[in-house]
T-cell receptor, first 112, second 116 residues
Framework: RKEVEQDPGPFNVPEGATVAFNCTYS??????FFWYRQDCRKEPKLLMS???SGNEDGRFTAQLNRASQYISLLIRDSKLSDSATYLC?????????????FGRGTSLIVHP | DTGVSQDPRHKITKRGQNVTFRCDPI?????LYWYRQTLGQGPEFLTY????????KSRLLSDRFSAERPKGSFSTLEIQRTEQGDSAMYLC??????????????FGAGSRLTVL
């Protein structure tokens, strides 16, 4: 069982749509949660951190549910430029350290 | 440029050869990570350093892989006796772990390895 699980998609949505991704993690002791964005053949880049109370950055809203061990990302009013892979990242306990552990990513395609 | 830089960007080698990748992190960052990524998968943790100390290694990291970070600055990742299964993108990332505990990674552009 992978520590961080995501639906790989692809999610194919029209411009202007609202789309949501979920990510589940297996280790209840995990700390710090993030969403990264990765464009084709590029490196991952931080999209936003995920806070316990939920947080919003423009069209993007992230939420954390510790009881059910999942985090979510909501994108409103999708733009063509939102097309990318969205990676869920959990700081997972490994040995004596917390290691940023990535899901496989969810692919989003926004079409005209 | 104050980002994370990796070299070489592309490496094609024959099976059995040794390869070495270099990563120059953001100078203020105290942590340096190596990840491997294959098509359709997320980055997979290999190892990380805090300053010059190598603190964790993935169980997936075979004895053919070795990483160093002399003087806590740049890092090298060497793969000995490469196999075709080593073909992947090798990503380096750095971060500053401060009192807040947040550990935000900044990635380099990666070194793509192809083993023939």
């Amino acid at each position: 069982r992978k520590e961080v699980e995501q639906d790989p998609g692809p999610f194919n949505v029209p411009e202007g749509a609202t789309v949501a991704f979920n990510c589940t993690y297996s280790n209840s002791a995990s700390q710090s949660f993030f969403w990264y964005r990765q464009d084709c053949r590029k490196e991952p880049k931080l999209l936003m951190s995920v806070y316990s109370s939920g947080n919003e950055d423009g069209r993007f809203t992230a939420q954390l549910n510790r009881a059910s061990q999942y985090i979510s990302l909501l994108i409103r009013d999708s733009k063509l430029s939102d097309s990318a892979t969205y990676l869920c990242v959990v700081n997972d306990r490994a040995g004596g350290s917390y290691i940023p552990t990535f899901g496989r990513g969810t692919s989003l395609i926004v079409h005209p | 440029d104050t980002g994370v830089s990796q070299d070489p960007r592309h490496k094609i080698t024959k099976r059995g050869q040794n390869v070495t990748f270099r990563c120059d992190p953001i100078s203020e960052h105290n942590r340096l990570y190596w990840y491997r990524q294959t098509l359709g998968q997320g980055p997979e943790f290999l190892t990380y350093f805090q300053n010059e100390a190598q603190l964790e290694k993935s169980r997936l990291l075979s004895d053919r892989f070795s990483a160093e970070r002399p003087k806590g600055s740049f890092s090298t990742l060497e793969i000995q006796r490469t196999e075709q299964g080593d073909s992947a993108m090798y990503l380096c990332a750095s971060s500053f772990l401060g009192r807040t505990g947040a550990n935000v990674l900044t990635f380099g552009a990666g070194s793509r390895l192809t083993v023939l």
